[in-house]
């Protein structure tokens, strides 16, 4: 029984044959990017080209050169992030995903998230993440002895040290320059956020497991990614290429959307529960 109580009254019509395919799938994958969390708050990379993310994109910051020149700006924009997430709550996308991977974990079947997302929403919705292709808000490790870190962000809206951090809410200018911790394994090198900058390689075993993935589905819900940064826009023609039906979910047309099996012009916090319950 996948019915719930956060189901949407407007649920989208689904074509037939797409309904036929979601309800005989037993090995799913859902490919995930930051459109999924944008309902929950999160702002998505293209809104870093306006409002918020103005002063500070993630094309600028989100590289291993902007953090070896300013680690303090680098270290406190990934901190006034994780903030923003703890801030948020995941959304009837997420929890959809999360209901899903448990009915067909209890038909024998499987649902594994691969996702480029590095907020916890999936987890917190309730779904097990086989891959975080580019890491984690809530991972650290030594920049210099790469030993991995303990560090606790806090939330949007607490205080420490009598300043105001910034929420999500607030302009980052106000955002306190915290400069990383210094690494308690070898004492000499900065914690840095466990994140897979551009320019950065994959974590291997992270982007194995989404390939074993893609490779042995039978269907892959492509969710909320714009299907530009490589390899994870290369993903889902995997899933194609080992004849899997790949349905994508995305309220705009992609990279991706030509080469999709089907295209459902919606929200995930719409589309993902009538395609999971
Ligand atoms: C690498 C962590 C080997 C950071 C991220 C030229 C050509 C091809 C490739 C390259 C090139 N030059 C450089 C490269 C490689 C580069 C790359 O692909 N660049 C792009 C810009 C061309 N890739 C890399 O560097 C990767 N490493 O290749 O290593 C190497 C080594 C050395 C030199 C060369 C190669 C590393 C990439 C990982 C970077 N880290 N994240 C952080 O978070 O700070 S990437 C980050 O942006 C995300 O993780 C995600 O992967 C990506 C794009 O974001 P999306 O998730 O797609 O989100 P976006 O905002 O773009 O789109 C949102 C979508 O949601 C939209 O479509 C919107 O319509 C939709 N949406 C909105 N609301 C909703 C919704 N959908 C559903 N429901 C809604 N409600």
Do not use: K
């Not at 999924?36 to 998505?44: D, L």
């Not at 840095?192 to 390939?211: C, D, H, K, N, T």
């Amino acid at each position: 029984d996948r019915s719930d109580q956060d189901v949407p009254t407007t649920a989208p019509h689904l074509p037939a044959e797409l309904a036929e395919a979601v309800h005989s799938a037993r090995r799913v994958v859902v490919l995930s990017g930051a459109g999924i969390s944008a309902e929950s708050g999160v702002p998505t990379f293209r809104d870093a080209q306006t409002g918020l993310w103005e002063r500070f994109s993630p094309e600028q910051l989100a590289s291993e050169d902007a953090w070896w020149a300013d680690p303090a700006l680098v270290w406190s924009w990934y901190q006034w992030r994780a903030r923003m997430v703890r801030a948020c709550a995941p959304n009837p996308g997420h929890q959809a995903v999360g209901r899903w991977q448990r009915a067909l974990a209890r038909e024998g079947g499987s649902l594994q998230v691969v996702t480029q997302n590095v907020d916890d929403l999936h987890e917190r919705g309730g779904a097990e993440v086989v891959s975080h292709l580019h890491g984690s808000l809530f991972e650290y490790r030594c920049a210099e002895c790469g030993e991995p870190a303990e560090h606790d962000p806090g939330v949007a809206g607490a205080r420490e040290d009598g300043a105001a951090l910034a929420g999500h809410e607030d302009d980052l200018e106000q955002l306190m320059r915290v400069p990383p911790p210094r690494c308690g394994h070898c004492q000499d090198g900065l914690l840095r956020p466990g994140i897979v900058w551009f320019g950065e390689m994959l974590p291997s075993e992270a982007l194995e497991r989404a390939y074993t993935a893609l490779e042995q589905c039978d269907l892959a819900v492509v969710v909320g990614t714009s299907a530009v940064v490589q390899p994870a826009a290369s993903l889902p023609f995997v899933a194609l290429g080992a004849g899997a039906a790949v349905v994508e979910v995305n309220p705009e047309v992609t990279e991706f959307s030509s080469a999709a099996t089907w295209h459902l012009a919606g929200p995930a916090g719409t589309v993902l529960p009538a395609l999971a319950d």
